[in-house]
């Protein structure tokens, strides 16, 4: 038997309002062909989404969702009934219900206080830091917020003639008149006054309501000091080396200028003699490199190397997601705390780290894969019948991108990037395409449900943030979309396809 319910119950009038419908197999076997056409009442008229639900099969205990936008202008209840409603049955007998009906209620908008906007800019400064030509730093900006309105998912990105380790600085709230300092690690190789290029991306309500994005592009310039020369002390103690000599043996010469010539010429050629001298001066020229040589080479290791060698080990997995408001409603969030869980919980948790774009265009995600490098992509989203992906556009509505075009851009990483997974309706087409130019990818045979494309990412992460291969991984994420009973029926929907040429 098939149920229909259609939620919220209240919407408000003057405004468009997304309308759920929520179709429930309640008997003990599958629905097959179920046909839903929505009637609304006069004054009530379909803003976005298709009045027409088509469900070929319905699982017993499986639930089908189905969203449209409604607007009307007039205060008070009105019912929602459907034009045809008809099923076949286990049995495979044609089912009509003719007495579908729920009743809803419109209320007027409550008057809400004038909502603020952004006028003003972030403030942006370079702080006073110890920025060393050669050798890796900390780059220091404040960035305090003047555009009148609190802003929140506040993402600083630095660039210029130097080098960086990519990570971006997150703030999370920035109130209005605050201000938060920044740090980027980053390796100048010529000293004096370098431009820094600042890239800063906020988020904030508008009247509607609804989430906006906007971007402020900042120069700003650092002071670097020149490299360290080595250090002067020990040239100025080189004068008194020839009091702590023995004194001169027969033979030697007694001239008293001999002495000091030769501690002055073993100051400055000790790094390079050191272990060739012998007699009573060898264990001063030993001294003397073991006290210059962990103050240089220390210098080195601990400001160059770990950088670099963390950038190597650690691998980034970029989660992006996107959820068009003209769209059926994602949980993205709620898959991306999952996973994110499953990545504390792991033993090889220092080797991942996840970095989250939500809301993603696709200049989004193509900034993205510059800024973090990364080794994974997961794409948590809607697909179309045609394999294009859908992202968000500047008003956060549906922005179609082509399989081509995708398999072109992530192409262009093919050396750092090792899979891609696009947990997404009818993706199959991108995967194929995709897999011409990476070494794993991960699509979706056709529809996938919200709770099955959820059991699937914990599942796949947990293995591969437990050590297991892609392939392995992989097998595990279907392993959990199968042991659900809502999901059990898609558990061949996700495909691995590696790459092909």
């Not at 293995?463 to 059990?488: D, K, Q």
Request: overall charge neutral; aromatic content about 6%; some cysteine.
């Amino acid at each position: 038997m098939i149920e229909v319910a259609v939620s919220p119950q209240e919407i408000v009038v003057g405004r468009s309002s997304a309308l759920t419908l929520r179709f429930f197999n309640s008997g003990p076997a599958p629905c097959f062909n179920v046909e839903f056409m929505v009637r609304l009442p006069p004054g009530v008229m379909l803003q976005s989404g298709v009045g027409q639900v088509d469900i070929p099969v319905l699982g017993p205990g499986r639930v089908h969702t189905h969203t449209i936008s409604v607007l009307t202008q007039k205060v008070g209840p009105f019912e929602v009934t459907s034009a045809r409603f008809t099923y076949r049955d286990e049995s495979d007998r044609q089912r009509r219900v003719t007495d579908f009906s729920v009743r809803l209620v419109a209320a007027a908008a409550i008057k809400a206080e004038p909502v603020r906007l952004p006028r003003g800019r972030l403030r942006v400064e370079c702080e006073d830091g110890e920025l060393v030509a050669g050798q890796w730093g900390e780059l220091r900006l404040r960035v305090g917020n003047g555009t009148g309105v609190a802003l929140g998912d506040v993402i600083a990105a630095v660039d210029g003639p130097f080098e960086t380790d990519g990570r971006r600085s997150r703030v999370a709230v920035l109130g209005d008149g605050a201000s938060v300092r920044c740090s980027f690690s980053v390796k100048m190789d010529v000293a004096g006054r370098v431009p820094v290029d600042v890239r800063t991306t906020y988020r904030f309500r508008d009247a509607g309501g609804e989430l906006r994005a906007r971007t402020q592009e900042d120069s700003v310039t650092a002071i670097v000091r020149p490299e360290r020369q080595a250090p002067q002390q020990p040239q100025r103690q080189a004068p008194q080396q020839p009091q702590q000599q023995a004194p001169p043996q027969a033979g030697q010469p007694t001239d008293q200028q001999a002495p000091q010539q030769t501690g002055w010429r073993i100051e400055q050629q000790a790094p390079q003699q050191a272990g060739r001298q012998t007699g009573q001066q060898a264990p001063s020229q030993t001294g003397r490199a073991e006290q210059q040589t962990p103050t240089q080479a220390g210098r080195q290791v601990e400001q160059r190397e770990p950088s670099r060698a963390g950038r190597k080990s650690e691998q980034v997995v970029l989660y992006l997601a996107a959820a068009p408001r003209d769209m059926e409603p994602l949980r993205s969030d709620l898959e991306m705390r999952k996973v994110r869980e499953k990545l504390q919980r792991s033993r090889d948790r220092e080797r991942f780290r996840l970095e989250w774009c939500p809301a993603a265009r696709f200049e989004d995600i193509s900034q993205a894969l510059i800024d973090y490098e990364p080794q994974i992509v997961h794409f948590s989203g809607h697909g179309d019948e045609n394999g294009n992906l859908c992202v968000e556009d500047e008003l956060g509505d549906r922005d179609l991108v082509t399989p081509e075009g995708l398999a072109d851009l992530f192409g262009q990483h093919r050396d750092s990037l090792r899979c891609v997974v696009v947990n997404a309706c009818h993706s199959v087409q991108l995967a194929e395409t995709l897999a011409t130019r990476i070494q794993y990818t991960v699509g979706m045979r056709n529809m996938i449900a919200d709770d099955a494309s959820i059991q699937f990412s914990v599942g796949f992460y947990e293995g591969l943030f437990g050590g297991l291969p892609i392939p392995r991984a992989f097998a595990r994420g279907c392993a959990h979309v199968r042991s659900r009973p809502g999901t059990e029926h898609q558990h061949r929907t996700p495909l691995l396809f590696p790459r092909t040429s």
